[in-house]
């Protein structure tokens, strides 16, 4: 299949904190979505695909093309909003657009006015007269301007109500929809992905856990609940648990009828993006 | 054609919109060679994951009811699904056949077996 993005063995070291040798790959036409605690990782990888941190070691191809030589053509062909704007506040979101739209051979005017129709944005305004979602919109209608053929997001929904992200996930559903763009969606509000989300990768200290289609994750792996006794004849078909004073709650991947037949205590529910978050995030 | 996906459903969502979309073709409500909409479309309209969508296509392929022609579109399958509700068919009375048998050994008369026959249907309507 025919990747947009290829990261391989991607590492950086910082004081106190290493990315170690992660890999990730996206194929055309599909949403990864990137989950994993504050501090995990995700922004240090993003940095790095949009070549604003230097990696110690690793490759990263984006489009089949190596990052390091055709960064220029290759950010043609990006969409991006990172955690917080970086506009110019004392302009109208008018003039903000009219600037940056000379650095994009693609933009498309019609479909910046499209979306701000959309969100409701009134680019007559001064940007620092906009509400911290309205600019957050703003970056969005911006990123998804120019047909980029690779959307990245970092945490894009933080504050916004429910409402706006449920919109916002169809406007991404239509951004793939011809299968030639791709979207890579770092957030921590895992509910957004567990819809439309074709590939989690969930990261925890600097190391990626796991990497699957999300529909295997929600199908092989089961959320397993039970007594604490139980625990220790359990552990070895455990891949992560976590224990409190009353119970353990755990995740598997195995048939889950012998377990109950075994031992007849314990309840086995289907598991949201959530639990894996919260389960394998050791402190 | 309605297509209605639950979250608390125990049914994997790829399964929940096969099933939908075959209800629709067995009972007549979208005809042969009716042109479905395109995996992305239809993906994009329900809000669910491209691969989820694939998946339910391929199925219904699998089990003959639909069609894929490279770079047209996937379409209702002509002809079989007469013959696919009589071989399911046949299949369901063979199974009952076995079942009646084993409730005749627990001397379960006609209206009871029945009776638990209506609980279960609707139990399983439930899932």
């Known amino acids: ?283 | 054609m309605d297509i209605l996906i639950s979250n608390s459903s125990e049914k994997p969502i790829y399964k929940q919109v096969k099933n939908q979309i075959k209800e629709n073709i067995l009972s007549g409500n979208i005809t042969e060679n009716t042109k479905l909409p395109s995996i992305r479309t239809l993906a994009k309209d329900l809000q669910i994951s491209v691969i989820t969508t694939k998946r339910a296509y391929k199925e219904l392929e699998k089990e003959g009811l639909v069609e894929t022609v490279k770079g047209k579109g996937t379409y209702v399958a002509s002809k079989n699904k007469e013959l696919y509700r009589e071989k399911k068919l046949n299949l369901i009375e063979e199974k009952l056949f076995k079942i009646i048998e084993e409730a005749k050994i627990l001397g379960l008369k006609s209206n009871e077996f029945i009776d638990l026959v209506k609980i279960l249907y609707q139990e399983e309507d439930k899932k």
């Not at chain 1, 504050?38 to 690793?58: E, F, Q, R, V, Y």
């Not at chain 1, 062909?77 to 600037?99: A, H, P, Q, R, S």
């Not at chain 1, 604490?228 to 004849?233: D, F, G, R, S, T």
């Open chain 1, 1 to 283: 299949m025919n990747n947009i993005l290829e990261i391989k063995n991607l590492t950086k070291s910082y004081n106190d904190f290493k990315l170690n040798k992660v890999n990730l790959e996206i194929p055309a036409g599909y949403i990864m979505g990137l989950i994993g605690p504050n501090g995990a990782g995700k922004t240090t990888i993003i940095k790095s695909i949009m070549n604003l941190i230097k990696p110690d070691s690793g490759k990263i191809k984006i489009f089949n093309k190596k990052l390091e030589n055709n960064e220029e053509n290759i950010k043609q062909n990006i969409g991006f909003v990172y955690e917080n704007e970086y506009f110019d506040e004392t302009l109208t979101g008018e003039k903000m657009k009219n600037i940056i739209k000379l650095f994009y051979k693609n933009w498309e005017d019609s479909k910046f006015y499209k979306y701000c129709e959309i969100f409701k944005i009134d680019t007559k305004k001064r940007i620092q007269e906009l509400s911290k979602g309205m600019k957050r919109k703003l970056a969005l209608a911006i990123a998804f301007s120019h047909n980029p053929k690779l959307v990245i997001l970092d945490e894009p929904t933080s504050g916004l109500d429910p409402v706006f992200r449920n919109n916002l996930m169809k406007n991404l559903m239509e951004i793939i929809e011809d299968g030639e763009a791709s979207i890579l969606y770092s957030t921590h509000i895992i509910s957004d992905l567990e819809k439309i989300g074709d590939y989690i990768t969930y990261i925890n200290n600097g190391n990626i856990v796991l990497s699957e289609e999300k529909d295997i994750l929600l199908e092989k792996y089961k959320l397993i609940k039970g007594k604490n006794k139980y625990i220790e004849k359990l552990k070895p078909t455990l891949i992560a648990y976590k224990k409190s004073k009353y119970n353990f709650k755990a995740i598997i991947r195995c048939k889950p009828d012998k377990i109950t037949q075994e031992y007849k205590e314990v309840i086995i529910e289907k598991p949201k993006l959530e639990d894996f978050m919260i389960i394998l995030n050791k402190e």
